[in-house]
C-alpha cells in the first residue's frame, strides 16, 4: 500500500510541476518517455508517460515501457526511493534488490526529471 501511494504522489508531483515549473516544462516538451516502477511480483507498477509536455500516468504492470525500474520487494522500493539517494540506489541494484529492464538512458533521463521537478 504504501509504495503504490508514493509513485501516486510522485506522479502528481511531476503533474504538478508540468503545470507550473518553466523549467521542468522546458524539459519534458520533446520528450517521449514510458517508464514504469514496479515489484518483481507485479503486485505494485505504474507506468509513468511523457509525451508532448505532458505526463499521464497507468497503474498495473501490462504496459508497453522503454525502461522499468524492477524492485524486489514494495518494502525495500519505498525505503530506498524515500532516502533519494544515488548511493542507496547503487547498493540496492548491487545487492540485486533492483534490477532494470529496457534501455538506461531513459532511467537516466527520469532520475534528471524527478529532480527538476522538485
Known sequence: MRMSILLFLIYRMLWISSKVNPRFKRFIRKARVRLMIKTADGRHARLFVFENGR?????????RFDAALVWQDPGTAVSVMLKRSQEAIFYAAAEGKLKLEGMSVYALWF???VKQAL
Not at 55 to 63: E, F, L, Q, R
Open 55 to 63: 505526463v499521464s500516468t497507468a497503474t498495473g504492470p501490462d504496459h
Open 111 to 113: 532520475d534528471e526529471a
